[in-house]
Structures are given as structure tokens and as C-alpha cells.
């Protein structure tokens, strides 16, 4: 894949430590006081998680898929996965949620895979709208569905915490395909099973 990284170019932990230091002397402060001095430490181990999706292949996640159905061809839809990710203009966070939806032809997947798709893809350096394009080019790839729907809403903190310091927005994208795209019908159901309140929240009333 051509954004991963060749490991061997991969720098060292002491040299993104050391990287860490310099943030923190820009940033004004010293590294070598006492409370930023395992900063560096525990800044890179937490890129390892931000960062991890580029340990995963999407498709690798989606390998195993099950035909067994009886004939089940309606939508599948997973919502309100929540997911972190970081825009790769400002290294700030994007947190949203990712509604994913298909239309199976004759296979269907795990849904905790679909799940990890949408990691997979968000713990890398992103905007958001190629995310939701991978997220639904994959499955479709993959499954070969009769459609694909990819809705995902997110705050940018690159927007609410610095810059335009607009708190409260939200961006909203979506890629649909195949029947999600070409058919009225599919899509305004899709459209109503998004907007339905979810079972939980009419459970609590
Ligand atoms: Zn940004």
C-alpha cells in the first residue's frame, strides 16, 4: 500500500522521542523538567494507538465472509460506530461516528469486521472524506454487494479548538454505491433506518 510506510525507513522510538522533545521546547517548555520527563515515552506509545491502523490491512479484516444467509438480501446496516481519528493538515483530532451499510448479493461478513474497517482506516493521518470513500471502496471491493452506503458524521478539533474556533459543528459525508446510488427506494430506506432512534434509546423511553 503506498501510504504505509517502508519499515525499514521507519525512524527509531529515540529518534520520535527526541521528536517529542523539540515539540515541547517549540511549544515553549522544558523537557527535562520533572513532569514532562516521560512525556516523550508516553507520547510515541500513543501514536502506536493512533496510529495503528496502518498496522491493518482492511482487506486482510475482511477475508472471512459467510454465504450461508438463506437468502437474507436486505440492508445490513451497523450504526453509530464511534471512531477517533487525526487530520492530516493539523495532526488534531477527528471524533465522529461511521454509519456503514450494504446490500448483500450472496455474502455476508462478521459485523465486528465492519467495525474494524472503520478503525483500521480512521487510526491513520485522514480527512474525512477520503476516509468514508476507503471505508466504502473496500467493502465494496471485498463483498461485491449490490450496494454500499458509508454516512459518517465528526467534530474536527482542528476547527473547534483552534482556527475558525467553531465549537458545536459537525461535518457530515457519505459515498453511496450501486443501489444505494442508482435506487430512490434503497436510499430513502437507508435514509429512514439512519434517522430511527436507535432500540436502546426507545428502550429507555
Ligand atoms: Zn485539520
Request: proline content about 5%.
Amino acid at each position: 500500500m503506498a501510504e504505509t510506510l517502508n519499515k525499514t525507513n521507519k525512524p527509531s522510538r529515540a529518534e520520535a522521542e527526541e521528536a517529542v522533545r523539540v515539540l515541547l521546547r517549540w511549544a515553549g517548555d522544558d523537557p527535562d523538567r520533572e513532569g514532562l520527563l516521560d512525556t516523550p515515552g508516553r507520547v510515541t506509545r500513543a501514536y502506536e494507538q493512533y496510529f495503528g491502523g496502518y498496522d491493518i490491512d482492511p482487506y486482510a479484516v475482511l477475508n472471512r465472509t459467510f454465504s450461508e444467509t438463506e437468502g437474507y438480501d436486505e440492508i445490513v446496516l451497523l450504526r453509530d460506530i464511534r471512531f477517533e481519528s487525526c487530520c492530516e493538515h493539523h495532526m488534531a483530532p477527528i471524533i465522529g461516528r461511521a454509519h456503514v451499510a450494504y446490500l448483500p448479493r450472496s455474502r455476508v461478513v462478521g459485523i465486528s469486521k465492519l467495525a474494524r474497517v472503520v478503525d483500521a482506516y480512521a487510526r491513520r493521518l485522514q480527512i474525512q472524506e477520503k476516509m468514508t470513500s476507503q471505508i466504502a471502496n473496500t467493502l465494496d471491493e471485498v463483498l461485491q454487494p449490490h450496494g454500499v452506503a458509508v454516512v459518517i458524521e465528526a467534530t474536527h478539533q482542528c476547527m473547534t479548538t483552534r482556527g475558525v474556533h467553531k465549537p458545536g459543528t459537525s461535518l457530515v459525508t457519505s459515498r453511496m454505491l450501486g443501489a444505494f446510488r442508482d435506487n430512490p427506494a434503497t436510499r430513502r430506506e437507508l435514509m429512514a433506518m439512519l434517522q430511527r432512534p436507535g432500540i436502546g434509546a426507545a428502550a429507555e423511553g
